[in-house]
C-alpha cells in the first residue's frame, strides 16, 4: 500500500492550493484518510480527516478555509486550501489508517500508512 502525494508549491498569502493524495495497492478499501502537516522542530498535527462514509474535521486553525474530499471509488483525496496564511507553511502528508487490501486471495488489514511530504509555502 501506497500513499503518493501531489500539488504543494509556493502561493502568496491570501491565495489558494489544492493537494491531492492517491492510494495504489490491490482491492483497497480505506476507512479514513487524512491530511497532517509538519514545520521543522514540530509535532505533526492533523490538518483534516475523511472517512470513507464522508464524515470529515479539521483542524480549529484550518476550518472554514480547507476543505477534504475524497473519491472513494479512485482512493484519492484532496484538500483545497483557500485564504492561506504564512503559517499554514508546513510539509504536508498524507496518511491513511485501517486499509484493507486483497489481491488473489490474500487479503489483510494495514494501519497508520504514510505518504511523502509535499511542501507548501505561503509567503507574505
Known amino acids: 500500500v501506497q500513499l503518493q502525494a501531489s500539488g504543494g508549491g509556493l502561493v502568496q498569502a491570501g491565495g489558494s492550493l489544492r493537494l491531492s493524495c492517491a492510494a495504489s495497492?490491490?482491492?483497497?478499501?480505506?476507512?479514513?484518510m487524512d491530511w497532517y502537516r509538519q514545520a521543522p522542530g514540530k509535532q505533526r498535527e492533523l490538518v483534516a480527516s475523511i472517512t470513507a462514509g464522508g464524515n470529515t474535521n479539521y483542524a480549529a486553525s484550518v476550518t472554514g478555509r480547507f476543505s477534504i474530499s475524497r473519491d472513494t471509488a479512485k482512493n484519492m483525496i484532496y484538500l483545497q486550501m483557500s485564504s492561506l496564511k504564512p503559517e499554514d507553511t508546513d510539509v504536508y502528508y498524507c496518511?491513511?489508517?485501517?486499509?484493507?487490501?486483497?489481491?488473489?486471495?490474500?487479503?489483510?488489514?494495514?494501519?497508520?500508512?504514510w505518504g511523502r511530504g509535499t511542501q507548501v509555502t505561503v509567503s507574505s
Open positions: 496518511h491513511a489508517d485501517r486499509v484493507r487490501y486483497a489481491n488473489f486471495g490474500v487479503s489483510g488489514t494495514v494501519n497508520n500508512v
Open positions: 495497492g490491490p482491492g483497497l478499501v480505506i476507512a479514513v
